[in-house]
């Protein structure tokens, strides 16, 4: 078993950054891609970004494309998702997922992921 803790969120103006950190614990030798996801009230899920454990290689959903960046700290079993040119349409429940499943690349759908976090909230005014 896998347990995520996600920070970093808060509360931002329009056009600031912020930085959101998911540590893994557990199982981690097992984890193939570790990402977040995001749901705002009255909206479905949404998989934004996601990076391959071994390979590095990073997906995004369009919506955050050019604007986040995901990293990871592979010793560390932390990855760092940066936030620029936030805006209102960004404010929504963070939550950081890690998948199992063996594939050399990641899916931005919520039914393959295993592990998730408890959330952290980003509210851009």
């Not at 103006?13 to 749901?39: D, E, H, K, P, V």
């Not at 700290?73 to 209102?88: E, G």
């Not at 063996?102 to 295993?114: E, I, K, T």
Request: proline share 2%.
């Amino acid at each position: 078993h896998v347990q995520l803790v996600e920070s970093g969120g808060g509360s931002v103006q329009a056009g600031g950054s912020l930085r959101l950190s998911c540590t893994a614990s557990g199982y981690t030798y097992s984890i193939n891609c570790m990402g977040w996801f995001r749901q705002a009230p009255g909206k479905e899920r949404e998989g934004i970004a996601f990076i391959h454990r071994s390979g590095g290689s990073a997906y995004y959903a369009d919506s955050v494309k050019g604007r986040f960046t995901i990293s990871q700290d592979k010793a560390q079993n932390t990855v760092y998702l940066l936030m620029n040119s936030l805006n209102p349409e960004d404010t929504a429940m963070y939550y950081c997922a890690a998948d199992h499943n063996v594939r050399s690349w990641c899916l931005l759908d919520s039914n393959a992921y295993d592990n998730w976090g408890q959330g952290t909230q980003v509210t851009v005014s």
